[in-house]
């Protein structure tokens, strides 16, 4: 069965500061794997996906992610942190034999002035 | 704006009550998935529909139903309602396949009282 883990509940960082989000993931196929950021009541928006080829994925407002298939992560990195980042992110994965898309339980990023 | 649209807002209601759930796809969006986020579960899958058909179940209770219409919207029916169904529910939408992002709406914050 598919699974996705965050293990950090919250994440703190200075504004300026590089900042990573951890996600590693469990299926039985090759992954598709996702990020998606939450605003306060707002609607997930995409980040980014990796579905297949480099293994550095770049996505919107500067984000980017590696996937690291030994290690069956997908860590979600900025080189510099802004206080507009502070929100909830969540890691998904899907299968490629498969249509569910399991999300992880959230991280919520705070970026400090 | 993501381009898909979810009514009602907001909606409040007692115990053992019906209520349903509207979401309208951006344009060319095939499939419609609906998700359940609560504090204490997530974001829970809940189905996924695919040009009128299902295709994929998750953690769906038996008191609640879907479906997709001809022309693509979807409905969320959720029936005797229990005070632990208060939640965010949100659909997403894509163009077809497991390899496509999916698109979310702003939610139908749900009150069961």
């Known amino acids: 069965a598919q699974s996705v883990a965050q293990p950090e509940d919250q994440v703190n960082v200075a504004e300026g500061n590089p900042l990573t989000v951890k996600c590693t993931y469990s299926?039985?196929?090759?992954?598709?794997l996702f990020w998606y950021v939450q605003y306060p009541n707002r609607g997930l928006q995409f980040l980014l996906k990796y579905i297949t080829g480099d293994n550095l994925v770049k996505g919107s407002y500067g984000f980017e992610a590696e996937f690291n298939k030994s290690q069956t992560s997908f860590h979600l990195k900025k080189p510099s942190a802004l206080v507009s980042d502070s929100a909830l992110y969540f890691c998904?994965?899907?299968?490629?034999?498969?249509?569910?898309?399991?999300f992880g339980a959230g991280t919520r990023l705070f970026v400090k002035a | 704006d993501s381009g898909v649209t979810q009514t009602p807002k907001h909606l409040i209601t007692a115990t053992g009550q019906r209520v349903t759930l509207r979401c309208s796809p951006r344009s060319g969006d095939l499939s419609v998935y609906w998700y359940q986020q609560s504090l204490d579960q997530g974001l829970q899958f809940l189905i996924q529909y695919y040009n009128g058909e299902e295709r994929a179940k998750g953690n769906i209770l038996e008191r609640f139903s879907a479906q997709q219409f001809p022309d693509l919207h979807s409905e969320l029916n959720l029936s005797s309602l229990e005070l632990g169904d208060s939640a965010l529910y949100f659909c997403?939408?894509?163009?077809?396949?497991?390899?496509?992002?999916?698109?979310f709406g702003p939610g139908t914050r749900l009150t069961v009282l």
């Open positions: 998904a994965v899907r299968d490629n034999g498969g249509f569910k898309t399991i």
């Open positions: 299926v039985s196929g090759n992954p598709y």
């Open positions: 997403a939408t894509s163009l077809a396949g497991s390899t496509d992002t999916q698109y």
